[in-house]
């Protein structure tokens, strides 16, 4: 993860700052040194503490973060989050890729939390997916595990999850479950594999070839969710999945599924509001 981060942050950094911050080596003498703080101008929970610390390492050694909140704490508007102090070019390099990163994973973890509150006292837990921005998904997703949330495979290596349209290529459920034991068998890999019931009848198919370990019950009703729960009576973890809303996720939850796959926490949350001003 930390080689992750050092190329995401060296990316970022080459995108915005290019061949230098031009406004500030005319406006900033080279000895200006300076110190600011991270304002909250928004209710949520707290996400990208770390992340920030790397940042300003990266940009300026000579930058010190003095953390005052950490990572998951709840903010409230003015709050402060941390002060900083060191060159003033380097902390205004370093200003709009901090907030950009804190903005964006403070609203991720937010949103988890609030709907984690919304299955409280459950035994079901919300997982993310792969609707992540291109390029930031390991800030998504962890920022999701910070707002309380699971988070599901990172991407299509490390988990197989056979869908629809594996099927029906595949030929059926038998047919796509065979292929990926023997794929794994043949690599020799050990990956969980999860396969996608669009009814009932899709579910009885699975636990008659088994060899898997999740079933994802997809766009199921309420009803036809507790039915399958049954069938399954813990053989196999269960994922509801499929246009699952605040307004319904507790009733599915209530249906006794281990997982609640939602796409929402980061394909369409809004960034926190947070502002890095100069003391």
């Known amino acids: 993860m930390q080689e992750e981060l ?48 790397l940042i300003f390492h990266k940009v300026d050694k000579h930058i010190v973060m003095k953390p005052l909140l950490k990572d998951g704490d709840t903010i409230a508007i003015g709050d402060i989050a941390f002060t900083v102090e060191g060159p003033s070019s380097s902390l205004l390099i370093a200003e709009r890729l901090v907030l950009n990163c804190m903005q964006r994973m403070s609203g991720i973890a937010s949103k988890t939390y609030e709907i984690n509150k919304l299955i409280e006292g459950t035994k079901t837990q919300v997982l993310d997916t792969r609707k992540t921005t291109p390029g930031i998904r390991l800030l998504e997703k962890w920022a999701v595990k910070i707002g309380g949330g699971t988070n ?17 290529f595949a030929g059926g459920i038998k047919q796509a479950i065979e292929k990926a034991v023997s794929h794994q068998e043949s690599k020799g890999l050990s990956l969980k594999i999860e396969v996608e019931a669009r009814d009932l009848k899709e579910v009885e198919e699975i636990l008659a070839v088994g060899h898997i370990h999740r079933i994802m019950l ?47 926490l980061t394909h369409s949350v809004s960034s926190l509001d947070l502002s890095l001003k100069a003391i």
């Not at 599901?152 to 029906?168: A, P, Q, S």
């Not at 729960?229 to 281990?258: F, H, L, P």
């Open 152 to 168: 599901h495979r990172f991407g299509l290596y490390d988990m197989m999850i056979i869908k629809d349209n594996h099927i029906d």
């Open 6 to 53: 050092n190329e995401f942050i060296e990316r970022a950094l080459k995108e915005d700052v290019g061949d230098g911050d031009h406004t500030s080596l005319a406006c900033i003498p080279d000895d200006a040194m300076g110190k600011a703080h991270l304002l909250v101008k928004e209710n949520g929970i707290l996400a990208g503490m770390d992340l920030a610390q």
């Open 218 to 264: 997809d766009n199921f009703s309420y009803e036809d969710t507790r039915t399958a729960v049954e069938m399954i009576n813990g053989k196999y973890e269960t994922e509801a999945s499929g246009g699952i809303t605040e307004q319904t996720i507790r009733a599915y939850a209530e249906c006794g599924v281990d997982f609640i796959s939602v796409g929402a």
